[in-house]
């Protein structure tokens, strides 16, 4: 009778410790998920797989861009108000678009020589972005030149902007830089104003 208590005993024990092994297994491979913080622009969401993360460029207080509305290349989407806990991590998502007919060189053009797209932003005033998430780029090729892959934005992307903010109503003053083109020429560089509302609680 005791040996068959031990040998119990022991099924017992295997099938905790294969049970134990099964769960860890399964625990290490679930991907890791990084959430933003709740926004008035559709909440929490993972941060983009081929992301590419750089620091914002300074802007001086009061250097915004002004933009010619009738020859537009670039349409910020929002959010124009977000919520987040104050002084605590947070992620903004900045939603754009580029014209029709017309496409913008990426984070990382595939050519030195290109203008890549860059965020500058406002420093101080109570918000504090401490580094830019960027889409990567799709390739594109102009018809005299299909050959040639260029590294490109068209249609809607959109920048992750990781920030703290000091408790109250504040303002995130930003612009993208950019340069668009067509498919025959491009445009002279450009930046586009942004602004956002930060509501830190």
């Known amino acids: 009778m005791r040996r068959t208590g031990s040998a119990a005993n022991g099924i017992v024990i295997f099938a ?56 537009a290349a670039m349409q910020f989407l929002g959010p124009a108000q977000v919520t987040v806990a104050a002084h605590r991590p947070a992620v903004i998502n900045l939603r754009f678009r580029v014209a029709d007919g017309l496409h913008i060189n990426s984070h990382a053009p595939h050519d030195k ?51 703290t903010a000091a408790p109250g109503r504040r303002a995130l003053q930003a612009e993208l830089r950019y340069q668009a083109c067509d498919m025959n020429a491009c445009r002279p560089p450009a930046a586009f104003p942004v602004t956002v509302i930060v509501i830190a609680k």
């Open 113 to 163: 020589y290109l203008v890549p797209a860059r965020l500058a932003v406002v420093e101080g005033g109570g918000i504090n972005v401490t580094k830019v998430d960027f889409p990567p780029g799709e390739d594109y090729a102009l018809a005299f030149s299909p050959h040639h892959k260029l590294s490109v934005y068209t249609g809607e992307f959109i920048l992750h902007a990781h920030l």
């Open 16 to 71: 905790v410790v294969i049970a134990v092994a099964v769960a860890a297994a399964l625990v290490a491979g679930l991907p890791s998920v990084a959430f933003a913080a709740q926004s008035s622009s559709g909440g929490a969401a993972p941060q983009p797989s081929g992301a590419i993360r750089d620091l914002p460029l300074p802007l001086p207080r009061g250097a915004a861009a002004r933009v010619d509305k009738a020859d």
